[in-house]
């Protein structure tokens, strides 16, 4: 599952980074483009996968963000989606706090539905090894600390030390909640598994 999702989530733009990254700090319209494409797949799944009420509105307002500060940014292209997704897990932490400060609204009533569908959703329900929402089931099931640390290891294709300085956390920390969230998720699908011969 991991290597799927690594695979669905990591496109590294590769040698053309410092060029693109140029371009779209002078506000080339192809360069922020081609910024946005390469990251909102992987910004909006990490948000998904997350939790976030409104992730493609989340995401948009974190990449808006991005491209405010982007004239400010150095660095090579691992240091850039280290950046975004600091902008992003900080944007989602500010997104909860908000909605925790005011009412929320009624849910989408059965029968109803979104308009043109939801990519990413059925995006993430061709990634799901056992079908059924399997995968939403087994994050849920992890503890928030487990969540963000996979989740910005394998959608954000962060290192240790990267996903350390994003959640606060000591990079020992970040392996050992890494560890535990992958063993937990093994558990899950033997069950699952089993679950599923025997029916």
Known sequence: MASTLAKAAALPIGPGFDELLTAAQTGAPWALARVYEEMAPAVTGYLRLRGAPEPDDTASEALLQVFRALPRFTGDEAA????????????LIDDRRRRGRRPTTAP??????????????????ALDPLGGGWMHDALAALTDDQRDVLLLRIVGDLSVEEVAAIVGKRPGAVRALQHRALGQLRERLAEQRITTREE
């Open 80 to 91: 850039f989606r280290s950046w975004v997704f600091t902008i992003v897990h900080r944007r």
């Open 108 to 125: 989408l009533e059965a029968g109803e539905s979104e308009a043109g569908g939801n990519v990413e959703h059925e995006a993430l329900e």
